[in-house]
């Protein structure tokens, strides 16, 4: 039932975050948690819903400093895939 790894757009993920049903801010906390979790450079791909979600979590990462790499419509939902930056400018 599974395609080729090639042709999956979710192949080169690091990790998944299925926010779909998640409301505004709560899946950008979420994604901005799970990102501060994971290594410079890699890449973190989210799901989200239609609308508020997608109009806003990309655009919330990127005055965060994050790496919008890849929107992409699925059939009910966005996949999102975010990459850390490498030079890591963290309070932490």
């Known amino acids: 039932m599974s395609d080729s790894p090639s042709l999956s757009p979710f192949a080169a993920a690091d990790s998944h975050l299925d926010l779909r049903g998640t409301p505004c801010p709560i899946n950008f ?31 919330s990462l990127k005055m965060e400093g994050y790496l919008i790499e890849q929107v992409a419509e699925q059939s009910d939902f966005f996949a999102v895939k975010v990459r850390c930056p490498v030079s890591e400018s963290s309070p932490h």
Do not use: F
């Open 29 to 59: 906390v979420r994604t901005k948690l799970r990102l501060e979790q994971m290594a410079p450079g890699q890449l973190l791909e989210v799901w989200l819903d239609p609308g508020e979600p997608i109009e806003q979590v990309p655009d």
